[in-house]
C-alpha cells in the first residue's frame, strides 16, 4: 500500500521568525495519521530537523555530485547532514528555470538515494502541452526520463498551470494522469511500483483537498502557498487521513 503523504514545499519563502509555523505544525503532526514531510529553504533545515513531533523535513533540491567546486550548491549528502530525509527534485520551477532536464533529474534522484534521502520526483505539463492533447504523453516521458533504478521514490503529478495559480485540473484529467503514473510505475517495478505514493500538487488548499483525496492513485500532496501557514496545511493533511 503506498503512504498516506503531505509534504510542503516553502519555495524561497521563510526566515528565522517562521520556525514557530513550522513548530505549530510539527506539534500537531503527531495527532494525524498521515506522513507529513516539509520542505524549508536550505538555511531552516537544521532548525526545522531538531523541531519536536512527527515532521519529517526535506531539501527542495540538491546536486547530483556529492561535493566540489560548485558553487551554491548544497549536495544531498548536506541535506542529510542537516537532518532531512527527503528531497524535492524536478520542480518545474527548476525544469525551466534552470533547464534541468530528465537525466539531470534522475542523476539527482540517485543522489538522494546514495546518500539515504527519498527523492520526490516531480513532473507536470505545460498549459500549451495540455492544450495539444499531450499531457499525458509528456508526462510519462518525464516519468520515464527521470526514474532511478530503485523503487524508493516519491512521484508528484504538478501540473505546471496549476502551480501557484488557483487552477486545478478536473477531477477527470487527474484521474487519467495517475492511473497512467501507477500502470507505468508497475510496468517498470512490478510490485514494489504498486507502493510508491503518487502525490498531486498545484494550487491544493483546504477547501479542494477532499475531493482530489477521493481520487483513486492520489495518495496524498505536494502543498506550496497553503504549506506556509499551520492553520492552512494541518487542515490538508486532516482531509487525507480521513480519505
Ligand atoms: P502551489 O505550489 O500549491 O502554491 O500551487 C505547488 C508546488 O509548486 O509544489
Given amino acids: 500500500m503506498p503512504q498516506k503523504i503531505v509534504a510542503g514545499n ?18 500537531t503532526t503527531q495527532d494525524i495519521h498521515c506522513s ?13 530537523a531538531r523541531l519536536p513531533g512527527q515532521l519529517a523535513i526535506g531539501g527542495q533540491n540538491c546536486h547530483h555530485a556529492p561535493s566540489g567546486a ?7 549528502e548536506q541535506l542529510a547532514d542537516c537532518g532531512a530525509f527527503y528531497v524535492i527534485v ?7 528555470g534552470y533547464s534541468e532536464s530528465d537525466s539531470l533529474v534522475r542523476a539527482k534522484a540517485q543522489a538522494a538515494l546514495k546518500s539515504g534521502l527519498t527523492p520526490i520526483i516531480c513532473l507536470g505539463e505545460s498549459q500549451e502541452q495540455r492544450a495539444a492533447g499531450k499531457a499525458l504523453e509528456i508526462v510519462l516521458a518525464q516519468l520515464s526520463g527521470s526514474l532511478p533504478d530503485d523503487p524508493q521514490v516519491i512521484i508528484a503529478y504538478e501540473p505546471i498551470w496549476a ?3 488557483g487552477l486545478v485540473p478536473s477531477v477527470a484529467e487527474i484521474t487519467e494522469v495517475h492511473d497512467a503514473l501507477r500502470t507505468q510505475l508497475y510496468t517498470i517495478f512490478g510490485a514494489a511500483g504498486q507502493d510508491i505514493s503518487i502525490l498531486y500538487g498545484g494550487s491544493v488548499k483546504p477547501s479542494n483537498a477532499q475531493e482530489i483525496f477521493a481520487i483513486t492513485h492520489v ?4 502543498v506550496g502557498g497553503a504549506s506556509l501557514k499551520a492553520e492552512d496545511f494541518l487542515p490538508i493533511m486532516r482531509s487525507l487521513a480521513e480519505s
Fill in 219 to 222: 495518495n496524498g500532496a505536494l
Fill in 10 to 27: 516553502w519555495k524561497m519563502n521563510g526566515t528565522q521568525a517562521s520556525l514557530s509555523e513550522i513548530q505549530a505544525i510539527a506539534e
Fill in 70 to 76: 560548485f558553487t551554491g550548491d548544497i549536495s544531498a
Fill in 36 to 48: 507529513a514531510i516539509l520542505c524549508p529553504p536550505a538555511h531552516l533545515l537544521h532548525s526545522a
Fill in 90 to 96: 524536478g520542480h518545474s520551477e527548476r525544469r525551466e
Fill in 163 to 165: 502551480i501557484g495559480t
